[in-house]
């Protein structure tokens, strides 16, 4: 199962950088929003992260001539019918997943694998709204995708070997580290990373110590590159919260029950560096 020309469908920053990891590496790559304009803004970042790599010596000016010239934009989901592999990173919403799962499944080639990059949510509902169940999996990518070595392979019941072995293949000639984990939710790294992440929280909220001591604390004493704030931070609190409830309701560990404050600071738009301002403040003064 060769897989040649990549969909991307999803105008976010994960999707922007699944997008400049393959292209680099040689696939070809369909940007799929859901207005030109915005498939057009994703193309235009694309080009800006590349110009970085080029300035910094990182990347020949040629490399990065011929990676752009392997993207393409479009706003229709009918421009992925020939892709090998399309990969979803929309809202993290399964009713909303299941949907575009149901939609890709009827214009996508027969041999095409489709899979989710989503951090939490259950692979097997989606494959199951496909009639290639077989064909579907997780390739979870991590931000910011093309700096992060991991990818998580999230292998759903239905899943085939031929697919996995595909997948693995993809992630490999992205240049990544791939980990095969059963379709369980949180994974291997959110499952371990949010309750750590949500009790950080819960220590802000009970005045044990400010979140710049917290965060100092983090780094200096365990030897992380960002503390639990900054991180919930660049995540977004509201995909943190989202990861958080999907864990809840599998597990129903206390340690995934959200802190009242996460949940309040999503409810007044707080979300981190997305929106300017979180735990942190990121407007520009």
């Known amino acids: ?12 920053t994960m999707g922007s950088g699944i997008a400049e990891c393959a292209a680099v590496n040689g ?5 799929r929003s859901r207005q030109q304009s915005t498939a057009d803004a994703m193309l235009a970042g694309l080009e800006k992260s590349l110009g970085r790599a080029v300035e910094k010596g990182r990347m020949e000016e040629k490399d990065r001539d011929a990676a752009l010239g392997r ?24 009713a909303t997943k299941k ?44 931000n910011p995708a093309p700096a992060m070595a991991l ?35 949180g994974f291997i790294v959110n499952a371990l990373l949010f309750p750590y992440l949500n009790n950080a929280v819960r220590l802000l909220e009970g005045g044990v110590a400010s979140k710049e001591d917290i965060d100092t604390a983090m780094k200096g004493g365990c030897g992380f590159p960002m503390g639990p704030f ?17 864990l809840y309701n599998e597990f129903r560990d206390p340690n995934y029950a959200a802190v009242p404050l996460l949940r309040r600071m ?20």
């Open 230 to 246: 900054a991180l919930l931070d660049l995540v977004g609190l509201d995909v943190s919260l989202a990861i958080l409830d999907a």
């Open 27 to 31: 696939y070809e790559v369909v940007l």
């Open 151 to 185: 990818v998580e392979l999230v292998r759903p019941l239905t899943a085939s070997e031929e697919t996995m072995a595909a997948a693995r293949g993809f992630a490999e000639g992205c240049g990544k580290q791939p980990v095969e984990v059963k379709d369980q939710a």
């Open 99 to 142: 949907h575009l799962f149901n939609e890709l499944d009827r214009i996508c080639k027969d041999g095409a694998i489709l899979a989710t990059n989503t951090s939490t949510l259950p692979v097997i509902e989606m494959a199951m709204e496909t009639g290639r169940p077989d064909r579907v999996c997780g390739i979870h990518f991590f």
């Open 1 to 12: 199962m060769s897989i040649k020309r990549v969909g991307i469908v999803g105008s976010g």
């Open 71 to 94: 993207v393409s934009t479009t706003s229709d989901l009918g421009e992925l019918a020939e892709c090998d592999l399309v990969l979803e990173s929309i809202v993290e919403d399964l």
């Open 266 to 285: 999503v409810a007044a738009e707080q979300l981190g560096r997305k929106t300017g301002a979180g735990f942190y403040d990121y407007k520009k003064k």
